[in-house]
């Protein structure tokens, strides 16, 4: 099977090929993927070398022209560094395009912290109006990512991974999906973590939701999950713990509840180790997940 980034490289080909619309802005990293579909459209592939603002700033000004560019680099090269870039030349003038990251929260270990992006997400957050997909397989990788492209003058980011579900989903770009019923709590799972919720909450009375857009929030499906009665939600995601549990708060303002966030914690761990020695650090292994979640649910509510 291969990767989400690879998925990325041929479909974004075949769009290009399609669309006249599109161009893709690269800062060196893809470059290779993307060698073929230079050749066709040497106006509509730029690299701009390793100059990450630069990358933003010729997006932005692409879409300025009336093109609808496809942004490409590792997540912490794509929205942390150049973070001025996209709130100025997307946001400020107004005008769309597609961020496509790799390299997720972790997913080259021994590119150390600085090829590590587990806050993009909260980080975006803080601007107005990005769509925000998070796939978990590459098949739903293509779906988004076509979806992406055809969302008229929309700013929309798609994170990436090398972490991936053993089968896809039919994802729409919009709403939750409901994988299991029950009647203990509600089970948000983001992208490349479900297998791993899916294992860690077997045999629990739970109610699992599978997440792919996490920006708009799918707030009707947390509340049509939950009831009308007191709820108890989990919400898992591959970035920075925490991130939705504002979103999950809001849908359920009207109603009592208690939300907790798992993902990746904020401490830096500074030795190289492997992705799954990373999941594990932070409990997103199967085992790990399933402590908290059962603590979490089993714990009586503070008065």
């Known amino acids: 099977m291969d990767t989400m980034r690879e998925r990325f490289a041929s479909v974004t080909s075949r769009l290009l090929d399609e669309d ?57 090269f794509l929205v942390e560094r ?12 107004g005008v769309g395009g597609v961020l496509v990251s790799a390299g997720a929260s972790y997913d080259w270990p021994s590119g150390g912290f600085t090829h590590m992006a587990p806050g993009d997400v909260a980080l975006l957050d803080t ?17 988004l990512l076509r979806h992406a492209a055809a969302a008229g003058d929309d700013r929309v980011y798609v994170r990436l991974s090398v972490q991936t579900n053993g089968a ?25 973590l479900l297998d791993n919720v899916l294992a860690a909450t077997e045999g629990m009375d739970v109610t699992v939701l599978y997440a792919t857009t996490v920006r708009p929030f799918d707030g009707e499906a947390l509340r049509a999950a939950t009831g009308a009665a007191t709820a108890d939600v989990v919400i898992v995601e591959p970035y920075l713990a925490g991130t939705s549990t504002r979103s999950a708060n809001d849908a359920l303002a009207d109603r009592p509840h208690r ?33 908290r979640i059962a603590g979490f649910l089993t714990a009586p509510a503070r008065a």
């Open 20 to 76: 006249p619309r599109l161009a893709v802005v690269l800062a060196d990293i893809g470059v290779d993927g993307f060698a073929a579909a230079a050749r066709r459209h040497p106006d509509r592939v730029v690299n701009v070398g390793i100059r990450e603002q630069l990358l933003i700033g010729v997006g932005g000004g692409l879409a300025l022209t009336g093109l609808r560019p496809i942004v490409h680099t590792f997540a912490s």
């Open 82 to 93: 150049p973070f001025e870039q996209v709130k100025l030349d997307f946001g400020h003038q």
């Open 127 to 143: 601007l107005d109006d990005w769509t925000v997909h998070v796939p978990g397989h590459p098949d739903e990788a293509e779906a």
């Open 168 to 192: 896809p989903r039919a994802v729409d770009g919009a709403h939750f999906l409901r994988l299991r019923e029950g009647r203990g709590g509600v089970v948000v799972a983001v992208g490349p």
């Open 259 to 291: 939300v907790l966030g798992l993902g990746v914690g904020r401490r830096e761990l500074r030795r190289y180790g492997q992705l799954d020695e990373h999941l594990a650090a932070h409990g997103l292994d199967p085992r790990g997940l399933r402590e």
